[in-house]
Nanobody, 127 residues
Framework: QVQLVESGGGSVQAGGSLTLSCVVS????????MAWFRQNSGKERERVGT????????SYRDSVKGRFTISQNNTKNTAYLQMNSLKPEDSAMYYC????????????????????WGRGTQVTVSS
């Protein structure tokens, strides 16, 4: 059974940094696509960034470009989300997701294409 477990969330002041981790277990092959999403209550879940685990392609939503970085450690089946210069509007529950059958589709894979999700980790940024 595939499991994704996020950690690293917490409360920080604006301008601070956090690094989220997502450990993937129960897989025989590293998922081709990993992504981070976030959601606030009453709002739609939005994609923060995407990583193709083979080839290293990454993409980010405009509001986090230059501040957030997605990376991976394949030997540990772990994906990371480094978040710098955090803003109050970054506050949300952050989820990692895994899916995709090929690296080439990662850039266009929608939320429904991610078939494995973690339970989330809360990030709160105070002004």
């Amino acid at each position: 059974q595939v499991q994704l477990v996020e950690s690293g969330g917490g409360s920080v002041q604006a301008g601070g940094s956090l690094t989220l981790s997502c450990v993937v277990s129960g897989v025989t092959v590293t998922p081709f696509c990993m992504a981070w999403f976030r959601q606030n209550s009453g709002k739609e879940r939005e994609r923060v960034g995407t990583l193709a685990t083979r080839g290293g392609y990454t993409s980010y939503r405009d509001s986090v470009k230059g501040r957030f970085t997605i990376s991976q450690n394949n030997t540990k089946n772990t994906a990371y989300l480094q978040m710098n210069s955090l803003k109050p509007e970054d506050s949300a529950m952050y989820y990692c997701a895994a899916g995709g059958r090929a690296s080439t589709i990662c850039r266009s894979l929608g939320q429904s294409g991610y078939n494995n999700w973690g339970r989330g980790t809360q990030v709160t940024v105070s002004s």
